[in-house]
């Protein structure tokens, strides 16, 4: 879609510039909506070949992957989005975001059940984690509009090629760390001291730097690969 058409709408109201925008990402929707719908499915069958819930988790995680999107598409129905506002919900949007791409490292659950459903289960993940990366490029792809708006090629240049480097530092956080998002406000002073340690005392803390710099450039990779496909345009 290139700079949408919803950001030239003039005096309209903001519920039928949502529903502009709606129709306008049909096809995107649909598309979020059969692939989560896949996974329902995937995860009903394994529900009832194991007996176990364990892999309800995989719902939640979900559900926060696509905050972040929601959140950009909210805010690209908007019409009038002054740039410090932009830069208020940005903060919000880049404090929800690590969800999405961090279904990836749920792989890790592998390790611990039965090799008869090894096959399964890898397919389970993979589906929900190719899920949250599709909404995190549409939504990364939204802020990148958004951004253009009220800030230079340069700077959005830049603030989308080190954001992929947030999310991978932001996912070891999620998973070697066992922090959330709303830990910010709930826990602060901790959480910047875990942040500061890694920053401070790199060699001890050689795997957050390791899954920060190999997530991002995956991270990077894929979202102009993504690009390059045209899905958006």
């Keep these: 879609m290139g700079c949408s058409p919803y950001y030239s709408l003039k005096n309209i109201s903001h519920m039928q510039r949502l529903k502009t925008l709606i129709f306008d990402r049909f096809h995107i929707l649909f598309t979020l909506f059969a692939a989560f719908g896949v996974c329902l499915i995937l995860l009903m069958i394994r529900l009832k070949l194991s007996q176990s819930y364990f892999f309800l988790f995989l719902v939640w995680n979900i559900f926060l992957a696509a905050l972040p999107y929601a959140l950009t598409f909210y ?107 709303w830990d910010v406000v709930q826990r602060p002073l901790i959480l910047l001291q875990d942040m500061w340690e890694i920053v401070i005392y790199p060699m001890e803390h050689q795997l957050a730097w390791v899954m920060t710099f190999s997530f991002g450039i995956v991270l990077i990779l894929g979202y102009y690969g993504f690009k390059r496909i045209r899905f958006l345009n």
């Design 75 to 181: 805010l690209s129905s908007k019409q009038r989005l002054g740039k410090y506002q932009l830069m208020a919900w940005f903060g919000l949007w880049l404090l929800f975001l690590p969800n999405a791409p961090y279904i990836v490292t749920d792989l890790i659950h592998l390790q611990h059940f039965k090799a008869s459903f090894i096959v399964l289960d890898t397919v389970l993940i993979v589906a929900y984690a190719l899920c949250g990366l599709l909404f995190y490029f549409l939504s990364l792809r939204d802020m990148e509009l958004l951004l253009k708006v009220h800030f230079s090629d340069k700077i959005c240049s830049f603030t989308i090629f080190l954001i992929p480097f947030l999310m991978g530092f932001g996912v070891y956080l999620g998973r070697f760390l066992r922090w959330n998002s």
